[in-house]
């Protein structure tokens, strides 16, 4: 009887300590799912117990980790590249889809589809070195301010995620970024904001080229190639060709996630899938289903039938972003 009641006071003692770590997540299911799954993956002795080797977690970026409205942060990037690189190229005056940017246009440029799109990634993030594209994003993030928010968008994290990260981590965790933004651009910053190092950032990837340099020592040149998509059903095949072990958790905000959840899904044991759900209009933004960014409809439908966790952030969270500094 001592024994069994000196075991359930250090269990309570640890849900207690657990509890404590997402302090920006209200007492809603959502938060207790959360503390379920981790306890029953990382008790000793448990017929759901799983390795640390084996406990990899699985994170979208855009609408997961930080904002994703009005436009992707990625875009932003490129379209300001854009207008800084126009005096060198005055015929994008009249070239679109380089015109409708330098006109403000954005309906414009959406109506160049994937091919505009493609245009003005490779007039902005190819032609440069490596290390040159990775100081840019640096000096741009250090400037860029969020229309609505007047913050910079490195500061338009979510409060409760870098929670989850930090929990995740403290309970043998490893955990990755998974999404369809470019992964030189997320690595910038990732180590710093989530404590996600780099070579646990995968993403979109374009084609290298090592060179020498003008000084003679070798470069990694970026080129106007797309490698890997890594979104939808991009999202497994990155998993699988830079991790190479199926996750036991994993994160997502949109349709562009639902591959990366039935792939996290289908393993075998206890699996934790989870989308952020965004619903507070008033600390954020509300979107879902008729949203051209960051859309969420089929996927909250699977997720309501197959009972995965929809963390409601109007409801769920008690802070959204991360502290003003």
């Known amino acids: 009887m001592r024994r069994f009641l000196l075991a359930t ?7 207690a300590a657990h509890a404590q770590s997402l302090t920006s997540w209200n007492d809603s299911p959502a938060k207790l799912e959360i503390l379920k799954f981790v306890a029953d993956v990382t008790t000793a002795g448990s017929p759901t117990f799983v390795p640390p080797a084996e406990r990899i977690a699985v994170f979208d970026n855009d609408g997961t980790l930080w904002s994703e409205q009005p436009v992707y942060v990625q875009l932003v990037f490129a379209l300001d590249r854009v207008k800084a690189l126009a005096p060198k190229h005055p015929e994008w005056k ?6 409708a940017v330098l006109k403000g246009d954005i309906k ?3 109506a160049t589809g994937e091919k505009g799109l493609m245009q003005i990634l490779a007039a902005t993030h190819a032609g440069m070195t490596t290390d040159e594209f990775s100081r840019t994003v640096a000096q741009w993030l250090a400037t860029a301010k969020h229309p609505k928010f007047k913050r910079p968008y490195d500061q338009l994290v979510y409060q409760p995620m870098l929670e989850l990260l930090d929990y995740l981590r403290a309970n043998g965790f490893k955990t990755f970024i998974v999404s369809g933004g470019g992964n030189e651009f997320m690595r910038v910053f990732a180590e710093r904001v989530y404590g996600i190092p780099p070579e646990q950032v995968i993403g979109s990837t374009g084609e290298l080229q090592l060179r020498d340099g003008p000084d003679g020592k070798p470069v990694l040149m970026r080129l106007a190639k797309i490698n890997l998509v890594d979104d939808h059903a991009g999202k497994p095949v990155g998993i699988q ?8 958790f994993a994160f997502g905000n949109s349709d562009g996630d639902k591959q990366m959840l039935e792939w996290t899904a289908a393993g075998p044991g206890r699996r934790f899938m989870g989308i952020v759900h965004h619903t507070d209009a008033e600390r954020e933004y509300a979107y879902d289903r008729a949203s ?10 699977e997720a309501n039938a197959r009972n995965w966790s929809v963390v409601d952030m109007k409801r769920d969270w008690s802070q959204v972003f991360l502290p003003a500094k």
Do not use: E, H
């Not at 006071?9 to 849900?15: E, P």
């Not at 060709?241 to 036991?248: K, Q, T």
């Open 108 to 110: 414009g440029v959406a």
């Open 94 to 99: 009249t070239t679109p889809p380089f015109s």
């Open 9 to 15: 006071t250090l269990l309570l003692a640890a849900a």
């Open 241 to 248: 060709r830079f991790i190479g072990r199926r996750p036991i």
């Open 292 to 301: 051209s960014i960051g859309k969420l409809d089929k996927a909250l439908d």
